[in-house]
């Protein structure tokens, strides 16, 4: 029925609090309350445009229509976003999934708020392999997004207790992207400036920080496609 467009829901369930949420330990895979991942893959058919992948989380499915809007025209703008952090196996399948069935030209990648039962070693250790993937099955310019702080949700204010890991999660990011030259967005310099942009759980953003980070993401992509 849709030709063009591929929708793979496993569980869309975006709720404010869902990066907060508890976690029961499975083995080595933490699960959080409520899971949910959401592909949608524009242009299937169609070799006139580049492909550019969007993955990530909540924050991604914030921007990613404004990024869209961005690139009508310039290219077929793509997304995963899910639940499942980096430190997660399950991750890399939700990955691996899409990224064998179809080729992307640009790959936009941002993963840190969720997975909040993994410490950032094991964070980190994910990174690798992560990048690996990304180049499997083609050869995509990436980009990488690195997280945004996490305020305390009573006064969002920048507070040790919330914003630690997302830190660590970030230096890891940033090291492995100066070895491998791939350029970082840097929206969590993005959200230390600007509280306002956030909205009272001290996670998510309102409008006016949402267009912030689609404006970055955006520049980064299209400088990517210049390339």
Request: glycine fraction near 6%.
């Amino acid at each position: 029925m849709f030709k063009n467009i591929f929708v793979s829901t496993t569980l869309c369930l975006l709720i404010l609090n869902s990066c907060h949420t508890a976690k029961v330990a499975q083995g080595n895979i933490i699960n959080e309350d409520i899971e949910w991942s959401h592909s949608w893959i524009t242009g299937t058919n169609k070799t006139d445009l580049p492909h550019v992948l969007i993955i990530g989380d909540s924050h991604v499915e914030g921007y990613y229509p404004s990024v869209a809007k961005a690139l009508e025209g310039i290219a077929y703008p793509c997304k995963l976003t899910t639940s499942k952090s980096m430190g997660d196996p399950m991750l890399m399948e939700q990955l691996e999934e899409v990224l064998k069935h179809y080729h992307f030209d640009v790959i936009s990648f941002n993963n840190g708020l969720h997975g909040r039962g993994y410490t950032a070693e094991e964070y980190a250790a994910f990174i690798p392999g992560i990048y690996k993937l990304l180049l499997k099955y083609g050869n995509p310019k990436i980009q990488w997004v690195n997280t945004t702080a996490e305020r305390d949700h009573l006064n969002l204010q920048i507070t040790d207790a919330f914003n630690v890991n997302v830190v660590n999660r970030n230096k890891y990011v940033a090291a492995f992207a100066s070895k491998n030259n791939i350029p970082v967005i840097d929206n969590y310099s993005l959200s230390i400036a600007h509280p306002e942009y956030y909205r009272n759980d001290g996670v998510h953003f309102v409008p006016e920080g949402i267009a912030a980070e689609s404006n970055n993401v955006t520049h980064g992509i299209l400088e990517l496609l210049k390339k």
